[in-house]
Each structure stands twice: as C-alpha cells, then as structure tokens.
C-alpha cells in the first residue's frame, strides 16, 4: 500500500471521528460503514472497525428512544422514576411532552435528561442486554451535553461487556472511545 494511500485513508478515519465527536446522528453510522469498506492497512482496519462499531451501538441506543416513544400514546402514563408517575401529553417520534406535578415539560430526543432517556428506552429494549449497555455508554459519550458528566461511568460500562458483545472487539472498542473522548 502506497503512503498516498494511506495517508488518505487516514483523512477519512479522521472524518469519521470527527462526526462521532460532533453527534452527526445521521451521517456517522454511514460514514463509518463506508470506511469498513475501503482497502486499508491492518491498523486502520482495526480503527475503521471500531469506529464503525461506535456508531452502530450509538444509534442502536438513540433508535431505542424513538422506538420507546412508539411504545407511548397520549393520556398513558409511567414512573418516570420509582414514585414519581407522569403523563404523556404529546409525543411524536422526534419529542414528548410529559406532566408531573402540574407542570407539563417537552423533550426533543435530543434534549431529554439521561434518565428520562432510560426510561423510555427500556420500552423497547431490555437494558441488561450487553448491546444496550454498550449502546447507552456510547450514546452518554457522543452526546454533546453529557459527555463530561459520564465520561468515566461510560468507559466502566464498556470494561463491564468486555468479551460480551458477537463480532465486536471490545477492547478495541474501549481503546478507540478513550482516544476519542478523554479530553
């Protein structure tokens, strides 16, 4: 392989996770799968496929919430946490807007607390599943606003499915989102 080659190959790894930094939802699964795919050296096909695995277990989780919130209809209700009951007043696959304590509040997917993210989650995908452990520490990581506040509590989580998850390196996974987010 060329130096060229693998130079640019290396400017397409660095896109790549530079849309995983930035939370580009809809660009970085696609983006990392077309790295998969390219011809390149053993090192950064390693990378190509850790960064693929970051994006694909990241928008699985981010999918649950949308898949959560289909699960909901207006007038139900759920314990947001244990002993506190709320009130689905709208909810669409983008938003929801809940009631508690006669206050009604509006959440877009992205701006919903990371418990309020839990719950609905857990919806539509068994949270003791290692793929939605990993899903949910990476989505905690890419998220712009919880990404310092999870940082170390993420990089447990993934220690936690060391080994656990089919067809992934997991170590490789754990190298890769440290490089990525220790800031």
């Known amino acids: 392989m060329t130096a060229e080659r693998v130079a640019a190959n290396q400017a397409k790894i660095e896109a790549v996770q530079q849309l995983i930094r930035t939370a580009d939802w809809d660009q970085m699964k696609p983006a990392a799968e077309a790295l998969t795919k390219l011809d390149l050296d053993a090192e950064q096909s390693k990378r190509a496929s850790a960064l693929y695995d970051i994006a694909d277990l990241a928008t699985f989780y981010r999918g649950a919430i949308g898949r959560g919130l289909a699960t909901l209809n ?3 209700t759920f314990d947001y946490v244990e002993g506190l009951p709320v009130i689905v007043v709208e909810v669409s696959p983008e938003m929801l807007a ?3 304590n006669k206050r009604t509040r ?3 997917v992205d701006d919903m607390p990371p418990r309020l993210t839990e719950k609905i989650t857990s919806f539509a995908l068994s949270p003791e599943r290692p793929d939605a452990i990993a899903g949910q520490a990476l989505y905690r990581l890419i998220h712009p606003k919880w990404r310092v506040e999870y940082r170390d509590d993420t990089f447990a989580q993934l220690a936690a499915i060391d ?3 089919e067809q992934v390196d997991t170590a490789m996974l ?3 989102a440290k490089e990525l987010f220790s800031e």
Do not use: E, Y
Request: no cysteine; glycine share 14%.
């Open 106 to 108: 509006s959440f877009t």
């Open 98 to 100: 809940i009631q508690f």
């Open 174 to 176: 754990q190298q890769v």
């Open 163 to 165: 080994g656990q998850l």
């Open 74 to 76: 207006t007038g139900s």
